[in-house]
């Protein structure tokens, strides 16, 4: 029977998945000649990407090297027999291939899929009318902080945004919160960030905010009318127990007739009114008081009538509520939306949010030969790793390339492949568009885009940790597995955890429990797993501490360096960690603001370290301090305030001795300067701004095989793997969540033409009808798989020693709470009998002591910090300058460059003022120079032949790389696309010279290769007198 071409791999934790995507990856490289040319091989992250791409350059270089099948490595074996090829044919065929690979890298196509969809749209930008250097946003927070900012602007200008935002505003105060509702826009803009929540917000793109203010007058009225209800049928009610003869003292505490009374004093929330047994008693006929004969059965049923009306229009009244309170934010949504849009193509920027949406909706549909054209590739073979955290959408992008390939031949007949690996335990992306159903659907065969049927493997061997650990995941995974609510869900989880052993034998497993949940009882524990660790042999580089929240792991942080055990955490790498950093921030508001005490107070903060009285210090200063900074430090306010920010840091860093050594926070924070004074030039405010969005984000790599305990967030740990893993805070609630939200199908005729409406999660909404029933059941569902599965990737990352420590958490009865992680450890243990409320640790196995023998320190080398602010490279800058301005020697090449550098800047007229000053900022002009290059570039965009070419509102692009077909690249001048021609400018210094023309008609010959049509060809001579040679 034929193999098919669709292979699905089940990888649990540890199952060897890169061995398995390695080796069929070389199966099909080593096939043919330049075969890897037509392997898209996608995953995840690009850690994930340079290790596969090591581990099949490793192979191919170490497979060279065989002589014999006794030094043969396993998969060497295994590719011997899958090809049949001796050792010596496989060898030679290997150093071929490595030879092919690396002669030709740019085709070895392994890379993440948003880099490839990022290639995909930049390939379609013309035709998606984006700018060719459109600029990729991977944080979206600032730009969505910068659209808010802008609604909110317009408040006074638009009547009808204006209304909604002082609506808003005053509803918030009657509601006692702050009526600041910038928070709550930022919060619901960040739906238009999350893939999920694409296919909903596409039904309100035609909606207009009157829409939106005609439904919630709507629904207000709604509300009155069924409160009116509720109020008429309570005093019903109220009315009928008191005709019927019965004494309101003769009822339980009264609580019959007090529900009613509640009603009508207003009290209308479900969980007040509806945390009793009232209703269980109504059912049951227990009305009136312990020896009192209940009523009549009508009476019993006529009031429970009533109490059922009133309870089912409570719930229709929360629905309601539910829905106006959402609906504001909601209405905002398309007006925020389109300040996005408009930001990004003011500043020729695209967020990466936007490119699976973007394929999904212009590309996508488009034949899969096209788009290979396009690309200059056809890929014949995918490889998909990580599949459980692809996204709905992203998947959906590549199915038409994908099944082209699959269910179409090659020239010589031969069909494609698809080899895709994942494991739906261990998707714990959901909130960014990955889905364990989709997985599953593919690997059960319920759900497939593909004609061609899929064969599944299951991955049966854990090749990671030791096999106590092992086997204790197994049991307990299988054992929790019974609580999932869903299935399909607990069929999977059980058939999941059943993974072989490996050879390693031992492992250890503790699971401790605290009495008291208090933090530095958590500390207090990881630093006993920790000083057990280190007994037995590990370094600090071999501990992982794995959190759920990252304010668990500063606390753990700061509570280890309390402690002088070397850490290394997310936030020990952010730059704001540094106090050099925050220094120089401090000094940049200083330049800026300098009678701001509090920074100048930060200031001499700094720079008391070294005092002996660091009180006097400051209080000596403060008053000062610019006089003093430039006696003591030579830094002068008003003589850095004409330099652009990154010399001004520069400076900084020298005359404050900040870096006697090279110092990773400070090169990163100079790389965000700079990256900021690419973008918005040298404005002091708009790089604070941005560090006040990004201080909590921008950090510096974590450094490889540093001697420290690390600590990291479950997302973060996914993928690796560590001798000895310590899970403290183990007693997660499950069913955790910060101000969830449902989409809600509504009745278009009832709600005025919309059919979905947001509302908050909450337990109210499962009394919302069958619809809001089920919606919140699957939600819960799929809540409870998210937590198994974060709780299955922090269990499955250690090797040699697993420490969990969990929190005693019990209900008054002594039963164990399965909604808290803790409650699934007891019912663990107490499962395989050993459970005992008095004992608080347990252990399985034995302590492993560190299999390594003496480790080979790596030897490290310092690298000075290297200047390179103004005040060094001037005398270099300026002995150019003075040898082409001043000497007269004016030498044709050196003044070319100039001139280009300029020119390069120059997109109309408009911009020659501004490049000529930043080449005088940068020392390439001196101020005898300034006037005749000004004078003659003027002459240039002004000549009457080419004063067009530099008109606004042309599309333009100077110094642009084109590869051209025979793999070499050409840098034209100037490019100018006028009404779909291309008008090629190339500027030249000297005497006239054939071979300019032949550089010209190269770059012309590039373009109509590409489709275009060349309009004009120009040489443009830039000497005493500008002369124009039309080619």
């Known amino acids: 029977m034929q193999e098919s071409p669709f292979k699905i791999y089940n990888a649990s934790a540890g199952s060897g998945k890169t061995y398995a995507l390695s080796k069929a990856y070389l199966k099909i490289a080593l096939s043919a000649p330049y075969s890897f040319k037509r392997i898209l091989a996608i995953t995840f992250t690009n850690k994930a990407v340079n290790e596969m791409k090591f581990r099949i350059l490793e192979s191919l270089f170490s497979f060279g090297k065989v002589r014999s099948l006794e030094t043969a490595p396993p998969l060497f074996i295994e590719l011997m027999d899958d090809l049949q090829l001796s050792v010596e044919s496989l060898s030679n065929l290997c150093k071929l291939r490595l030879k092919e690979i690396l002669h030709n890298y740019a085709f070895f196509d392994i890379s993440t899929i948003d880099k490839f969809t990022h290639r995909l749209i930049r390939t379609f930008a013309r035709d998606l009318k984006l700018p060719q250097n459109f600029e990729v946003i991977l944080d979206m927070d600032l730009l969505l902080s910068e659209a808010v900012s802008r609604v909110l602007s317009k408040a006074g200008e638009d009547k009808e945004l204006t209304k909604i935002l002082m609506d808003f505003a005053m509803e918030k105060i009657d509601d006692d919160k702050s009526w600041d509702i910038g928070y709550d826009l930022l919060k619901i803009g960040k739906l238009l960030l999350d893939e999920t929540n694409t296919f909903h917000l596409h039904r309100f793109r035609e909606k207009q905010i009157s829409d939106f203010l005609k439904l919630q007058k ?396 660091k009180h006097e210090f400051i209080y000596q200063h403060l008053d000062h301090l610019k006089s003093f900074l430039k006696g003591e430090y030579n830094f002068d306010v008003y003589g850095v305030q004409g330099r652009s920010l990154l010399d001004t840091m520069e400076h900084a860093i020298k005359v404050f001795d900040l870096a006697p050594e090279s110092d990773a926070h400070l090169l990163s924070f100079m790389d965000f300067v700079f990256e900021m004074e690419q973008r918005h030039g040298t404005d002091v405010q708009s790089l604070l701004n941005n560090w006040e969005l990004k201080a909590n984000v921008l950090s510096i790599s974590t450094p490889e095989n540093t001697p420290a305990v690390q600590v990291m967030t479950i997302h973060k740990s996914k993928g690796l793997e560590f001798p000895v893993v310590i899970l403290p805070y183990a007693n997660t609630k499950i069913y955790e969540e910060i101000d969830p939200k449902l989409w809600m199908p509504v009745d278009p005729n009832v709600f005025m033409g919309f059919d979905e409406l947001l509302i908050s999660k909450k337990q109210e909404v499962k009394n919302y009808g069958e619809v809001g029933s089920k919606l919140f059941e699957m939600e819960h569902q799929r809540l409870q798989l998210d937590a198994y599965n974060l709780l299955y990737v922090a269990l499955t990352r250690a090797v040699n020693s697993l420490y969990i420590i969990s929190y005693q958490d019990l209900n008054k009865d002594g039963g164990y709470k399965t909604d808290y ?170 005497r006239k010279n054939t071979k300019y023309k032949e550089q010209l008609e190269s770059y012309a010959n590039a373009y109509e290769e590409m489709g275009y049509k060349v309009q004009n060809k120009i040489i443009a001579y830039i000497n005493e007198t500008i002369t124009v040679e039309y080619i």
């Open 821 to 990: 992680l803790s409650g699934l450890f007891i019912k663990y243990l107490k499962d395989i009998g050993v459970w005992n409320e008095e004992i608080l640790e347990y252990d399985f196995g034995k302590v492993v002591v560190s299999p390594k023998g003496e480790t080979q320190k790596e030897s490290s080398i310092t690298v000075p910090y290297l200047y390179s602010y103004k005040d060094r490279d001037t005398f270099k800058i300026h002995t150019k300058a003075g040898m082409l301005w001043d000497t007269g020697r004016e030498i044709a090449l050196e003044k070319g460059n100039v001139y280009h550098y300029i020119l390069e800047s120059v997109i109309s007229g408009n911009d020659l003022e501004s490049a000529i000053e930043k080449a005088f900022k940068k020392g390439l002009l001196n101020e005898s120079s300034l006037d005749k290059v000004h004078k003659t570039l003027f002459e240039l965009i002004k000549h009457p032949d080419l004063i067009g070419f530099y008109a606004e509102g042309n599309t333009v692009y100077n110094e642009k790389e084109l590869l051209v077909s025979d793999g070499s690249i050409l840098i034209p001048d100037r490019v100018v696309l006028m009404e779909d021609t291309v008008n090629i400018i190339d500027y030249k210094t000297g």
């Open 218 to 613: 709507h629904i207000q009225s709604l509300i009155v009318l069924t409160e009116k209800n509720i109020h008429a049928i309570a005093e019903e009610a109220l009315s009928y127990i008191r005709s019927s003869g019965i004494n309101e003292s003769d009822f339980p505490r009264q609580t019959l007739p007090n529900h009613f009374k509640k009603i009508l004093e207003g009290v209308l929330s479900p969980s007040v009114l509806y945390s009793n047994k009232l209703e269980d008693n109504l059912i049951e006929g227990k009305i009136l008081k312990a020896g009192l004969e209940n009523p009549s059965e009508d009476f019993a049923q006529s009031i429970l009538k009533k109490y059922l009306a009133i309870k089912e229009r409570i719930y229709q009244r929360g629905f309601l509520v539910n829905i106006y309170g959402n609906l504001v934010p909601l209405t905002l949504l398309n007006t925020i939306e389109n300040e996005l849009k408009q930001i990004q193509v003011e500043k020729d920027q695209l967020s990466i949010s936007e490119f699976n949406r973007i394929i999904s909706k212009e590309i996508k549909n488009q034949p899969a030969p096209f788009i290979y054209e396009r690309l200059g590739e056809k890929y014949r073979h995918y490889f998909i790793d990580e599949f459980q955290d692809t996204s709905e959408m992203q998947w959906n992008n590549l199915v038409p390339l994908i099944a082209n390939a699959l269910e179409g031949t090659d020239e010589q007949g031969r069909s494609g492949s698809l080899f895709l690996v994942g494991d739906a335990k261990q998707a714990i992306y959901r909130w960014r568009g990955g889905k364990a159903e989709q997985f599953l659907d593919l690997a059960t065969k319920k759900n497939s885009p593909f004609t061609i049927t899929a064969e599944t493997y299951q991955l049966p061997k854990n090749f990671r940790s030791y096999d106590e650990i092992i086997r204790f995941n197994n049991a307990f995974f299988q054992n929790i597995s019974s609580l999932l609510e869903n299935p399909f869900y607990k069929d999977f989880f059980k058939a999941g955890n059943q993974q072989e052993t490996n050879n390693k034998v031992g492992g250890y497993v503790k699971l401790s429990f605290l009495k008291e949940e208090e933090d530095d009882a958590y500390a207090s524990q990881v630093m006993d797993a920790i000083e057990q660790s280190l007994k037995a042999g590990f370094e600090y580089g071999d501990i992982c501490i794995i959190v759920r929240k990252k304010k668990q792991a500063v606390l753990l942080t700061d509570f280890l360096m309390s402690k002088d055990v070397p850490v290394i955490s997310s936030d020990s790498l952010l730059l704001s960690s540094s106090p050099k950093v925050r220094f120089l921030i401090s000094l940049i508001k200083f330049v800026q603001i300098t009678d701001d005490r509090e920074t100048n107070y930060s200031i001499l903060d700094y720079l008391s370290q070294t005092k002996e009285d």
